[in-house]
Nanobody, 114 residues
Framework: QVHLAESGGGLVQPGGFLRLSCEAS????????MGWYRQAPGKERELVAN???????VYADSVKGRFTISRDNYRHTVTLQMDSLIPENTAVYYC????????WGQGTQVTVSS
């Protein structure tokens, strides 16, 4: 059974930074990709960034140049460095893992506010 443990959310002022981490346990032999999605109030869940086992990376246009995704295949972790945060980045951020199925973490709240 796959379990995704997220950490690193919180409250930050505009222009600040946060670092989200996600550690996967179970099922990591067949991982295709890991990444981060987010869901703001009243909106649908959307892709933030994703990285495949081959190192191919996709970012949402709105975060390009400010967010950086990386993964440690040995430690089975994926990290999202978020810089120059803006209020529009406020959302619950979910870690995602794709094998033959899709798995989700429980989510971590990110709030950008002065």
């Amino acid at each position: 059974q796959v379990h995704l443990a997220e950490s690193g959310g919180g409250l930050v002022q505009p222009g600040g930074f946060l670092r989200l981490s996600c550690e996967a346990s179970g099922g990591w032999f067949s991982i295709y990709s890991m990444g981060w999605y987010r869901q703001a109030p009243g909106k649908e869940r959307e892709l933030v960034a994703n990285i495949t086992i081959h190192g191919h990376i996709v970012y949402a246009d709105s975060v390009k140049g400010r967010f950086t995704i990386s993964r440690d295949n040995y430690r089975h972790t994926v990290t999202l460095q978020m810089d120059s945060l803006i209020p529009e980045n406020t959302a619950v951020y979910y870690c995602n893992e794709v094998t033959s199925q899709w798995f989700w973490g429980q989510g971590t709240q990110v709030t950008v506010s002065s």
